[in-house]
Nanobody
Framework: EVQLQASGGGLVQAGGSLRLSCVTSGFTFDDYAIAWFRRAPGKDREGVSC????????YYADSVKGRFTISSDNAKNTVYLQMNNLTPEDTAVYYC??????????????????WGQGTQVTVSS
């Protein structure tokens, strides 16, 4: 059974930091790209960051560049999203997703096969 378990969300003040984790199981981790998406209240889901299948390429939405860092621990089948200098605009439910054999980072949702349940991030001003 494929599982993506996102965790690490919470309530933080503006300027603070959080680290999200996406623990995966049930598929060959090295064969999948992992991405983080988020959905803010009243808005469509949007891509935040992704790391390609070969773990050599990463990609960030303009809104988070320089503040967020995606990384992976292949030994733990886990991808992290370090989020620094958070703003209220980062408030959203954050989801991780896995897509098979995506060698070029992308936010095309249809390319992602599996999705986690989401973790809430709330940034207060």
């Amino acid at each position: 059974e494929v599982q993506l378990q996102a965790s690490g969300g919470g309530l933080v003040q503006a300027g603070g930091s959080l680290r999200l984790s996406c623990v995966t199981s049930g598929f060959t981790f090295d064969d999948y790209a992992i991405a983080w998406f988020r959905r803010a209240p009243g808005k469509d889901r949007e891509g935040v960051s992704c790391i390609a299948t070969n773990r050599g390429s990463t990609y960030y939405a303009d809104s988070v560049k320089g503040r967020f860092t995606i990384s992976s621990d292949n030994a733990k089948n886990t991808v992290y999203l370090q989020m620094n200098n958070l703003t209220p605009e980062d408030t959203a439910v954050y989801y991780c997703a896995a897509g098979f054999s995506i060698s070029i980072p992308t936010f095309f949702e249809t390319w992602y096969d599996y999705w986690g349940q989401g973790t809430q991030v709330t940034v207060s001003s």
